[in-house]
């Protein structure tokens, strides 16, 4: 199963002519992981999202709080690396990283209980 839907618009790269944001491609896709979760008896299924613009990063959740109404939640930002220097970014970056996978476990969890 697909548990994370990742966004990466390149630096530099215009948005002329996009009909949409990425992060609005990021929050469907987002939702289409859930549909599939509950689909399959996943029981209060939660999908993860990072969107990376150029150097910048961010975390994502979302979750089915009833019927058709969602709600997608902002974990964090975070700046890539760019220059060598940038390497003392790399435990906040990881710290993210780790955040996001807690926040997914729960959903792991409920997969494995829907295939028993």
């Not at 613009?53 to 994502?60: L, P, W």
């Amino acid at each position: 199963f697909d548990i994370i839907a990742v966004e990466v618009k390149p630096p530099n790269k215009s948005l002329d002519g996009q009909l949409q944001s990425d992060f609005v491609k990021l929050e469907k896709e987002m939702k289409d992981i859930v549909g599939l979760l509950v689909d399959h008896r996943a029981q209060n299924p939660v999908a993860g999202g990072i969107l990376v613009k150029g150097y910048s990063a961010s975390t994502y959740t979302l979750e089915l709080v009833s019927d058709g109404v969602y709600w997608m939640s902002l974990l964090g930002t975070f700046d890539l690396l760019r220059f060598p220097a940038d390497v003392s970014s790399i435990p906040k970056i990881i710290e993210h990283f780790v955040q996001l996978r807690i926040f997914m476990y729960s959903t792991i969890l409920a997969i494995g209980e829907a295939n028993d």
